[in-house]
């Protein structure tokens, strides 16, 4: 059982580049999220979904987009990668009122 | 606006005494609030909950306490030992924010020395 897993891992990107990061999860979960964490910030949302086909906007939203075409997978786009979004990217999964399974990170640095 | 807040940013403590790490909120919307750890490059893990109707959850040598009244919540950890060295995450939800989304705290980095 993998639970979330994130892809890529790592990854630089010049300023302007765009690219999406894949979120997977194999728990049959309705509610799905993306994080970044940046130094002395803890997790703050950028984007979420209740449900397949179902995305909306969290605390981080501006220059992200996201997706949720399938139940499992959550795509979150960068479409002009900026200095700003480098971060580490986390995606998260749960069926509601309980705790939330983390992805291992996605490691962004936009040079 | 932070609604979650961990105002001890670092904590050390020796082995097999006690740890304790707390939080503060400003949202009395909060119902279920949540600890996690944190090693660095993994992404945060679960560790334990408790629900709004209750005042004091315990699993091994974690417990949680939650007074409403002052919206604070405290983690101990009882005894402490070195594989306990992580950041802790406090996070808090509410389905009416974001879909049970979990608003979080800045973290507190808890150092057990042997």
């Known amino acids: 059982n993998a639970g979330v897993t994130q892809t890529p891992k790592f990854r630089v990107l010049k300023t302007g580049q765009s690219m999406t990061l894949l979120c997977a999860q194999d728990?049959?979960?309705?509610?799905m999220y993306w994080y970044r964490q940046d130094p002395g910030m803890g997790l703050r949302l950028i984007h979420y979904s209740v449900g397949e086909g179902t995305t909306a906007k969290g605390e981080v939203p501006d220059g992200y987009n996201v997706s949720r075409l399938k139940k499992q997978n959550f795509l979150l786009g960068l479409e002009s990668a900026a200095p700003s979004q480098t971060s580490v990217y986390f995606c998260?999964?749960?069926?509601?009122?309980?705790?939330?399974?983390f992805g291992q990170g996605t490691r962004l640095t936009v040079v | 606006d932070q609604q979650v807040k961990q105002n001890s940013p670092s904590l050390s403590v020796q082995e097999g005494r006690i740890s304790i790490l707390n939080c503060d909120y400003t949202n009395s919307m909060f119902d279920y609030f949540l600890w996690y750890k944190k090693y660095p490059a993994e992404g945060p893990t679960f560790l334990i909950s408790?629900?709004?109707?209750?005042d004091k959850n315990e699993d091994g040598r974690f417990t949680v306490f939650l007074n409403k009244s002052a919206k604070h919540l405290s983690l101990h950890i009882v005894p402490s030992q070195p594989g306990d060295s992580a950041v802790y995450f406090c996070a808090a939800s509410d389905y009416s924010y974001s879909g049970y989304a979990l608003n979080f705290g800045k973290g507190t980095s808890l150092l057990v020395t042997p």
């Open positions: 998260a999964s749960s069926y509601g009122p309980a705790e939330a399974f």
């Open positions: 728990m049959n979960h309705e509610y």
């Open positions: 408790i629900s709004s109707i209750k």
